[in-house]
């Protein structure tokens, strides 16, 4: 296992496109979270599950966004109706439930709304 | 006011120097502190994480935690041109999951 694996890399969509992103964790991880970082911050929290469950969610999460784990695997996060505000990197990480040591993040993917 | 403070930097030392990243933060919940290197279009690498108040050291790191006065730092030693990226504090209140992140210290380092 080479860590987390975040698809695609780099996406460039249209204002109004959706795009979904793809995230793969550390196989023996079952917590799984997504971040996004804006140019000059920070990783802001967006959600995270554990297992297959969706247990916080953040406010900068609207409705426009969705994420999804089923089977408790991979995970994705769906932006419908995308707007400049979207663009970001969006960073995925994975952990054991008990165990900060691991927190590994993956390399993220770029999205940029024009 | 952000609950985690970090000034953005840049910071530039020459090589050898002793470097000095601080955050502050305003949440006493907060039990678990890590500082992280984000070099460019990567995600976040964790570099050291404490456990509560004191000091922990490795290899050319030191990290610091005073709850008391809710500050935080780390040290790199013997600095490098590859030390050269972007360093983030993180921390947490319990529960193993969300971190929160200052807005990172830009570090360069010339040789």
């Known amino acids: 296992d080479t860590g987390v694996s975040q698809d695609p890399r780099h996406k460039i969509t249209k204002r109004g496109q959706n795009v979904t992103f793809r995230c793969d964790p550390i196989?023996?991880?079952?917590?799984l979270y997504w971040y996004r970082q804006t140019l000059g911050q920070g990783p802001e929290f967006l959600t995270y599950?554990?297992?297959?469950?969706?247990?916080?969610k953040s406010r900068l999460l609207s409705d426009r966004f969705s994420a999804e784990r089923p089977k408790g695997s991979f995970s994705t996060l769906e932006i419908q109706r995308t707007e400049q505000g979207d663009s970001a990197m969006y960073l995925c990480a994975s952990s054991r439930v008990d165990n900060f040591y691991g927190y590994t993040f993956g390399s993220g993917t770029r999205l940029t709304v024009v | 006011q952000k609950e985690v403070e970090q000034d953005p930097g840049p910071l530039s030392v020459p090589e050898g120097a002793i470097v000095s990243l601080n955050c502050t933060y305003s949440n006493s919940a907060f039990q678990y502190f890590m500082w992280y290197r984000q070099y460019s279009r990567k995600g976040p690498e964790l570099l050291m994480y404490?456990?509560?108040?004191g000091n922990k050291e490795d290899g050319r790191f030191t990290a610091q935690v005073d709850k008391s006065s809710k500050y935080i730092s780390l040290f790199i030693r013997d600095s490098q041109p590859s030390d050269s990226a972007t360093y983030l504090c993180a921390m947490s209140g319990g529960g193993y999951n969300k971190l929160i992140f200052g807005a990172g210290t830009r570090l360069a380092v010339h040789p």
């Open positions: 599950f554990q297992n297959e469950a969706q247990l916080e």
């Open positions: 404490t456990y509560s108040s």
């Open positions: 196989s023996e991880h079952n917590r």
